[in-house]
C-alpha cells in the first residue's frame, strides 16, 4: 500500500515524494525497488508479447533477456553513476536513495505501457507515428521525473543540476566501456585456457 501511496505522489507531486524519500532515509527499505524494477520488466515482456504486429519490435529473432536488459541495465548505470558524480559534487543523496528516486520514476511507464499495448491492437500500420508519440511521452515522462529526483534530493541549481546530468552520462558511458572490455578480456582468457587445456589432453 506503500508503494501505491508513493507512486501516486511520485505522478502528482514529484518534488514531494523525493523530498520524501529523502527525509525516510533512515527508514529506507529496499522491497519498492525490487517491486518497481520487477513491474517495469514485466510490463516491458507484456508490451513485446501483446503489441498489435504490425506496430511491434518483436520478432524471432528478439532475445527476452536482452529486451529485460535494455529497462533494467540503463537504470541501475544511472542511479551508480549519478550517485558517484553528486558525491563529488557535494550532492546529498545516497546510492540507495538514487535507486529508489529512479525505480519512482518508472511509474509512468509502468502505468501508461499497459493501455497503450491493448490501444495498439486496435491500431494499424498507418497509426504507428500515433503509438510511437505516445510511447515516447511515456519514456519522456520517465525522464523527466529522474531529473526532477536529482535537482530537488541534492538541492542543485539548474545550472548544476545540468552539469550533473552530462558527467553522468559521460560516466555510464564509462561503465558500459569498461564492462564491455572486461567481458572481452575474460572471454580470451577463457578461451585461451580451453585450447591449453584440450592441447594438454591431446598430449597426454
Known amino acids: 500500500m506503500r508503494v501505491l501511496?508513493?507512486?501516486?505522489?511520485?505522478?502528482?507531486?514529484?518534488?514531494t515524494a523525493f523530498t520524501y524519500i529523502q527525509k525516510e532515509r533512515d527508514n529506507f527499505k529496499w522491497y519498492p525497488v525490487a517491486i518497481l524494477l520487477t513491474l517495469a520488466i514485466a510490463v516491458k515482456l507484456f508490451a513485446?508479447?501483446?503489441t498489435?504486429?504490425?506496430?511491434?519490435?518483436?520478432?524471432?529473432?528478439?532475445?527476452?533477456?536482452?529486451?529485460?536488459?535494455?529497462?533494467?541495465?540503463?537504470?541501475?548505470?544511472w542511479a551508480i553513476?549519478?550517485?558517484?558524480?553528486?558525491?563529488?559534487?557535494?550532492?546529498?543523496?545516497?546510492?540507495?536513495?538514487?535507486?529508489?528516486?529512479?525505480?519512482y520514476a518508472l511509474?509512468?511507464?509502468?502505468?501508461?505501457?499497459?493501455?497503450?499495448?491493448l490501444l495498439s491492437r486496435i491500431m494499424d500500420f498507418n497509426q504507428q507515428g500515433l503509438f510511437v508519440a505516445l510511447e515516447a511521452i511515456a519514456l519522456g515522462w520517465v525522464i523527466l521525473l529522474i531529473i526532477i529526483s536529482l535537482k530537488v534530493m541534492n538541492h542543485f541549481t539548474g545550472e548544476k543540476t545540468v552539469a550533473i546530468i552530462l558527467?553522468?552520462?559521460?560516466?555510464?558511458?564509462?561503465?558500459?566501456?569498461?564492462?564491455?572490455?572486461?567481458?572481452?578480456?575474460?572471454?580470451?582468457?577463457l578461451d585461451f585456457l580451453m585450447e591449453v587445456f584440450i592441447e594438454l589432453r591431446y598430449r597426454f
Request: hydrophobic fraction near 55%; charge should be negative.
Open 5 to 15: 501511496k508513493m507512486a501516486l505522489l511520485v505522478l502528482f507531486h514529484p518534488v
Open 167 to 189: 558527467l553522468s552520462l559521460f560516466t555510464v558511458a564509462i561503465l558500459w566501456v569498461a564492462v564491455a572490455l572486461l567481458y572481452t578480456i575474460c572471454s580470451q582468457f
Open 48 to 50: 513485446l508479447q501483446f
Open 81 to 103: 553513476a549519478s550517485y558517484l558524480m553528486t558525491t563529488i559534487m557535494d550532492g546529498e543523496t545516497l546510492f540507495r536513495e538514487s535507486m529508489l528516486a529512479a525505480s
Open 107 to 117: 511509474v509512468p511507464y509502468i502505468l501508461m505501457m499497459v493501455p497503450l499495448t
Open 52 to 77: 498489435h504486429y504490425p506496430l511491434s519490435e518483436m520478432s524471432q529473432h528478439t532475445n527476452l533477456i536482452f529486451e529485460c536488459a535494455k529497462l533494467s541495465v540503463p537504470l541501475i548505470s
